[in-house]
Structure formats: structure tokens, C-alpha cells
């Protein structure tokens, strides 16, 4: 079963401009990671945000999570063509720290 | 280099062979996980391990098996019993506690021919 799921499913901006994805999810969680998927590659992860925190920056990420909506954010400010890529938004809940994907949004930036 | 390897990159298979996907870590971890991927689609897990000698089944693990023999080693087994294995597997490691994130290797792809 999937916990995560991103809106938009698809995202193309030109570079400079702003991205915004949203995740929500249905349960409770202790945090909320987002990673990146270049085409045919690993997972990286790019930030973690606890159930307690409402928001959270890293460079040029802004993650915001809002635990009454079970709902989260991430802004990727002035992007650049190699954020080319998709984004999935991931829960981990219980104790056994297993991550529950989402299935991802696919953000073009054009140069 | 720290990190987590898969092997094979690429791997083809003929129906009703089972074949088995390498995940080695160097990075001291107590959990492993494997998921599967298919096109245009999210993670779902199969299995996951915390623990050496221990491993739970996750959202999808029929026609799968594992091992966890080694704290570095997590290989998945994709069996004849697996209708549709044709997709791209992933393996990730993490130290398997609250708030820490999970490192991925750059995934094996299997095609049934």
C-alpha cells in the first residue's frame, strides 16, 4: 500500500522559475523524507522533515509539512536545468523504519 | 568509498529461472530494504531487514526471497513463482532508526525474455 502520493503527477517549468510539489499522505508518521530519481538511477535523498517540525530549508529546498492536513511541500526555488528529475515524497511510521513511497512527480525544467 | 552497490546493472532471465540480485553496503548499516519499481510508477517494498539473521515481508513479496546472513550483504531472490518480474529492483540501506534517512544503490534492471 502506498502512503505517499505527489501532485502534480508532471511539472514543467523554464529555469529560473519556481517548483512546488505536494505530497500527502493518510496516516501517522514519525517523518517525511523526499528523495530525487535522475532517469534509470538510484534514489538520493535530499531532506528529512520530523512530525513535530512545520518547516525546514536545505540550499535551495524549502520543505513544509503540515501534520492536520497530512500534507507536505517541497519548493525548489530558481530551478535549474539539472533539477531535471523525479521526486518522490516517502512517510516512515511505526518502529520499524520502513519507507513508504509515493509515486513520484516528474519536474522538467527547460532551459 | 562508503556506499551500496547492486550487481548486476542490467540482467535477462528466461521464464521459469530464478535469479538473484547482489546488494552489498559498506556503511555499517542494520537495515536493508528491496523495492520494486515499474515504469511511471513509486517504490513498493518486498522485504526489509533491521536485523542480521532476520527480515519481514513487505506490500509485495510474493514469488520473492531473501537472505540476511551478513550485516553488508541483503541478496534478493526472484523466483519462477513471480508472474511479471520484469521491472527495475532497488536496494537501500539505512541505520534503522527513527529520523535517519536511506541510501540507495543505482538499481538492477530485469527484463524476462
Known amino acids: 500500500s502506498q502512503q505517499g502520493e505527489e501532485d502534480p503527477q508532471a511539472l514543467s517549468i523554464q529555469e529560473g522559475e519556481n517548483a512546488t510539489m505536494n505530497c500527502s499522505y493518510k496516516?501517522?508518521?514519525?517523518?517525511l523524507q523526499w528523495y530525487r530519481q535522475n532517469s534509470g538511477r538510484g534514489l538520493v535523498h535530499l531532506i528529512l522533515?520530523?512530525?513535530?517540525?512545520r518547516e525546514k530549508h536545505s540550499g535551495r529546498l524549502r520543505v513544509t509539512l503540515d501534520t492536520s492536513k497530512k500534507s507536505s511541500s517541497l519548493l525548489i526555488t530558481a530551478s535549474r536545468a539539472a533539477d531535471t528529475a523525479s521526486y518522490f515524497c516517502?512517510?516512515?511510521?511505526?518502529?520499524?523504519?520502513?519507507?513508504?513511497f509515493g509515486k513520484g512527480t516528474l519536474l522538467t525544467v527547460n532551459p | 568509498d562508503g556506499g551500496i552497490t547492486q550487481s548486476p546493472k542490467y540482467l535477462f532471465r528466461k521464464e521459469g529461472q530464478n535469479v538473484t540480485l547482489s546488494c552489498e553496503q559498506n556503511?555499517?548499516?542494520?537495515?536493508m530494504y528491496w523495492y520494486r519499481q515499474d515504469p511511471g510508477q513509486g517504490l513498493r517494498l518486498i522485504y526489509y531487514?533491521?536485523?542480521?539473521?532476520?527480515?519481514q515481508k513487505g506490500d509485495i513479496a510474493e514469488g520473492y526471497s531473501v537472505s540476511r546472513e551478513k550485516k553488508e550483504s541483503f541478496p534478493l531472490t526472484v523466483t519462477s513463482a513471480q508472474k511479471n518480474p520484469t521491472a527495475f529492483y532497488l536496494c537501500?540501506?539505512?541505520?534503522?532508526?527513527?529520523?535517519?534517512?536511506?541510501?540507495f544503490g543505482q538499481g538492477t534492471r530485469l527484463t524476462v525474455v
Open positions: 496516516t501517522s508518521i514519525n517523518n
Open positions: 516517502a512517510t516512515d511510521k511505526g518502529s520499524n523504519y520502513k519507507l513508504t
Open positions: 522533515i520530523r512530525s513535530n517540525e
Open positions: 537501500a540501506s539505512s541505520r534503522g532508526r527513527v529520523d535517519t534517512e536511506a541510501f
Open positions: 531487514s533491521q536485523i542480521v539473521n532476520d527480515f
Open positions: 556503511l555499517n548499516h542494520d537495515a
